[in-house]
């Protein structure tokens, strides 16, 4: 099998995650479809989550930057809502018939530089992506893929060694500065297996976070995109849902407003993994040349040649 090939099985589309784990007579897909254009930033996701997952607190005064206090996602934020804060210049009116009786030839008023404020709102999550890097490197085992595609870490044989961190293309999981292990999102796997929501989708009085089917997610989120596109809100976009991306889709994808960079988002994220065959065979290849430089070397001594003259 080629490079190309093998690069194409750890990032291209994969339609069965859990059977490729090993699972059988699994049930369907699920994930999450968060719709940021009806978020309204109440974080009852973030209590929820950390209610029902026993999650410690992660602080709870103000950064000074925003009406945000968890920043970002990590090992004790499993849900975390931005706030964005974006300025855009005041349109200028439409000008005046020009038959108007009334002000003819008035000039049209001008915004004279004035701005609007807007806040863009959306509750992160894992992405419990199809190629997950995450699980890839785990030395021990503590990832995994559940039955339901999703990637669940097992904190009782997480050993510590953070390999996890730096494969996350999302940044999303971390570990635990009291004791080392990582922790991230299971996506409730323990309500999962007893026929319930997650606990953030349950809680969330606007469904902008929506749980089910990951196939019926995503079939929605682009009828919800079309009808934005026709009610004027042309930048609505959708993030994470494209099996042909760089991780194969996401199990937690999202409805956007503005580039995902906006949000804190990879415009392009790609399984780090995806290259480490291509990486060993190539580390291999260099170090048999280097054996060989080193035989010949040896082998080409004037010690080693008198030896064999004797």
Same mark, same amino acid.
């Not at 989550?49 to 607190?57: L, S």
């Not at 097992?154 to 940044?171: F, H, L, R």
């Not at 009610?231 to 993030?239: E, F, I, S, W």
């Given at each position: 099998?080629?490079?190309?090939?093998?690069?194409?099985?750890?990032?291209?589309?994969?339609?069965?995650?859990?059977?490729?784990?090993?699972?059988?007579?699994?049930?369907?897909?699920?994930?999450?479809?968060?719709?940021?254009?009806?978020?309204?930033?109440?974080?009852?996701?973030?209590?929820?989550?950390?209610?029902?997952?026993?999650?410690?607190?992660?602080?709870?005064?103000?950064?000074?930057?925003?009406?945000?206090?968890?920043?970002?996602?990590?090992?004790?934020?499993?849900?975390?809502?931005?706030?964005?804060?974006?300025?855009?210049?005041?349109?200028?009116?439409?000008?005046?018939?020009?038959?108007?009786?009334?002000?003819?030839?008035?000039?049209?008023?001008?915004?004279?530089?004035?701005?609007?404020?807007?806040?863009?709102?959306?509750?992160?999550?894992?992405?419990? =992506?199809?190629?997950?890097? =995450?699980?890839?490197?785990?030395?021990?085992?503590?990832?995994?893929?559940?039955?339901?595609?999703?990637?669940?870490?097992?904190?009782?044989?997480?050993?510590?060694?953070?390999?996890?961190?730096?494969?996350?293309?999302?940044?999303?999981?971390?570990?635990?500065?009291?004791?080392?292990?990582?922790?991230?999102?299971?996506?409730?796997?323990?309500?999962?297996?007893?026929?319930?929501?997650?606990?953030?989708?349950?809680?969330?009085?606007?469904?902008?976070?929506?749980?089910?089917?990951?196939?019926?997610?995503?079939?929605?989120?682009?009828?919800?995109?079309?009808?934005?596109?026709?009610?004027?809100?042309?930048?609505?976009?959708?993030?994470?849902?494209?099996?042909?991306?760089?991780?194969?889709?996401?199990?937690?994808?999202?409805?956007?407003?503005?580039?995902?960079?906006?949000?804190?988002?990879?415009?392009?994220?790609?399984?780090?993994?995806?290259?480490?065959?291509?990486?060993?065979?190539?580390?291999?290849?260099?170090?048999?040349?280097?054996?060989?430089?080193?035989?010949?070397?040896?082998?080409?001594?004037?010690?080693?040649?008198?030896?064999?003259?004797?």
């Amino acid at each position: 099998m080629t490079d190309i090939d093998i690069r194409d099985l750890l990032s291209g589309p994969e339609p069965d995650p859990a059977g490729d784990a090993g699972h059988t007579g699994h049930p369907e897909r699920v994930g999450f479809f968060t719709d940021t254009s009806v978020c309204i930033g109440c974080k009852a996701c973030e209590v929820a989550c950390k209610e029902w997952n026993a999650v410690p607190e992660d602080g709870m005064s103000l950064t000074g930057m925003s009406y945000d206090n968890s920043e970002g996602l990590g090992a004790s934020t499993w849900r975390h809502v931005a706030f964005i804060e974006q300025s855009a210049p005041v349109q200028a009116p439409p000008a005046p018939a020009p038959a108007d009786p009334v002000t003819p030839g008035a000039e049209v008023p001008q915004p004279e530089g004035r701005t609007e404020l807007r806040w863009l709102m959306s509750s992160d999550v894992c992405k419990h =992506c199809t190629h997950a890097a =995450c699980l890839d490197v785990c030395p021990t085992g503590s990832l995994f893929r559940t039955e339901f595609g999703t990637v669940v870490v097992q904190e009782d044989i997480c050993n510590g060694c953070g390999y996890c961190v730096p494969a996350c293309p999302y940044g999303v999981i971390e570990q635990r500065p009291d004791d080392g292990r990582a922790f991230k999102c299971t996506m409730c796997y323990d309500r999962l297996g007893a026929g319930q929501e997650p606990a953030c989708a349950k809680a969330c009085p606007t469904e902008s976070i929506q749980f089910g089917p990951l196939d019926e997610l995503r079939e929605k989120a682009a009828e919800r995109v079309v009808r934005l596109h026709e009610a004027g809100v042309t930048d609505a976009r959708l993030y994470g849902h494209d099996p042909e991306d760089g991780v194969g889709g996401d199990g937690a994808f999202f409805l956007l407003l503005d580039e995902p960079e906006v949000y804190g988002l990879p415009p392009d994220p790609i399984v780090t993994t995806r290259d480490l065959p291509a990486m060993w065979k190539h580390a291999g290849v260099a170090a048999l040349t280097l054996l060989g430089g080193i035989t010949a070397a040896f082998l080409g001594s004037p010690a080693v040649r008198g030896k064999g003259r004797r």
